[in-house]
């Protein structure tokens, strides 16, 4: 039987400081915790699933940095970099971030799948030949997927939320800000909710900047680089109506 705890999430940090302000001096507060759910809270599971439904979307934008890239003086990366540390080239900041996004998803994806034993360590899939959108994609889904049990019954649930640590609660909050923070600095205007790529299933589709309109209409573009995939308007539309079709037909 589990026992409820204070959760450890953002929720608490208040409860957290008065808690050890009454420890170190003996002062009393008022406040009372959120209680986990039995670990961390709804409220706090909820924030992770938004956040981690929001990731891909805010990576295609830093990915179209990385393919438009400009200088920009105020670049929000994972970690810190100096005045003197300014990328090499147009883009680099944003591919930086990127790799270091998906990586951390993919090894979280991997620590959930090994510890549920759905994965044998040593056999692990290969991810090889796999695009970046795909793959993005894949450990949203998988992570989703098993988000309940992150947030309950990881051996690193129980740590409070703070920059660094195992918690995937705390590595979700931190992938989406710094994503969050790098596509305030460099807006994409052209970037709105469109459907997964047909061929990479990458969140990467965007109205074209550079092919000339079709009827008034613009070409539907992939930008990713390794797919690239380009759909007419109409292609596009029709398209959307079969994956909402079988998305209906599967409810």
């Not at 953002?10 to 406040?31: I, K, P």
């Not at 209680?35 to 934008?61: D, F, H, K, S, Y």
């Not at 940095?65 to 080239?89: F, K, L, M, N």
Request: a negative charge; aromatic letters at 4%.
């Amino acid at each position: 039987m589990h026992t409820a705890t204070p959760c450890p999430g953002s929720c608490n940090a208040a409860w957290r400081r008065a808690e050890t302000v009454r420890e170190e001096t003996g002062t009393e507060h008022t406040l009372t915790p959120a209680w986990g759910r039995p670990v961390q809270c709804n409220a706090c599971t909820e924030r992770a699933r938004l956040q981690l439904a929001e990731i891909p979307e805010l990576l295609a934008a830093v990915q179209l940095e990385a393919v438009y890239g400009t200088h920009s003086p105020s670049t929000a990366t994972i970690g810190s970099r100096g005045s003197s540390d300014s990328p090499a080239w147009p883009g680099q900041a944003a591919r930086l971030l990127v790799e270091v996004i998906v990586g951390g998803m993919e090894e979280l994806e991997t620590d959930v799948l090994v510890s549920r034993g759905i994965w044998i360590s040593d056999s692990e899939p290969t991810r090889e030949g796999i695009t970046e959108g795909r793959r993005i994609t894949d450990a949203a889904r998988i992570l989703g997927a098993h988000l309940d049990w992150m947030m309950q019954h990881h051996p690193a649930a129980s740590e409070p939320h703070d920059h660094g640590n195992a918690n995937p609660a705390a590595q979700i909050r931190g992938w989406h800000g710094a994503a969050q923070r790098f596509t305030k600095a460099h807006p994409q205007h052209d970037v709105r909710k469109l459907a997964p790529c047909p061929r990479c299933k990458g969140p990467y589709l965007a109205e074209s900047r550079d092919l000339r309109l079709v009827g008034d209409r613009p070409y539907i573009e992939c930008r990713d680089p390794d797919c690239q995939r380009i759909l007419t308007s109409d292609e596009y539309d029709t398209y959307v109506k079969a994956l909402a079709a079988a998305v209906t037909q599967v409810a």
